[in-house]
């Protein structure tokens, strides 16, 4: 069973999904720009702790802006160095977003995010820099990601992992869209 959603079966997405489309190049311009501030996932139980390869950093967490919230990875003008990721992360469907960075050799164990707001949240992935040799496994079906495309599942309800194989880091936006908004009438 795939845990793969599409994204347009969501009307209300589309301006947000659109915007993540065209912008990619200038997502990937921050995301490497602001490499020196990617810090590593706090998710050590679903990567190996001896050898951390996922990295990240945090542009909205819970609802917040990275910029109140020091304690994620300094805080202190990050939004001012990724302007059009916080752009997109003001989206009031958006409670959370972030960059994440696998180095080679990442591997993320099948899993379900449990976080206390997960729950109520779709997740949506968006191609900045993916070698061809790391994916993505949402239930029993496992799709590459590709520059510039939008993948979307349901990250509280649905086992996935991930993986990088590739002898270079893979990047990606990853934004988390309100579940009760979206499906209000």
Not at 26 to 44: C, K, T
Not at 61 to 90: H, K, N, T
Not at 107 to 120: A, K, Q, R, T
């Amino acid at each position: 069973m795939s845990g793969f959603i599409d994204h347009r079966n969501y009307p209300a997405l589309a301006p947000l999904v659109a915007g993540m489309i065209e912008r990619w190049p200038e997502l990937l311009r921050e995301a490497i720009g602001a490499i020196d501030r990617f810090v590593p996932s706090p998710e050590i139980h679903i990567q190996d702790a001896d050898d951390i390869r996922l990295f990240i950093l945090p542009i909205k967490w819970r609802g917040e802006m990275a910029d109140q919230i020091e304690q994620l990875c300094g805080g202190d003008q990050i939004l001012e160095a990724v302007p059009v990721a916080a752009s997109l992360a003001s989206n009031p469907l958006v409670p959370s977003a972030l960059f994440s960075m696998s180095m080679p050799g990442c591997e993320l164990i099948p899993h379900v995010d449990n976080e206390s707001h997960i729950g109520e949240v779709l997740r949506l992935h968006i191609g900045l820099s993916c070698p061809a040799d790391c994916a993505l496994i949402v239930g029993d079906e496992a799709r590459t990601w590709h520059d510039g495309e939008v993948l979307m599942f349901d990250s509280a309800r649905v086992v996935h992992s991930a993986y990088n194989r590739s002898n270079q880091p893979r990047l990606v936006l990853i934004l988390d869209v309100d579940r009760k908004a979206l499906e209000a009438p």
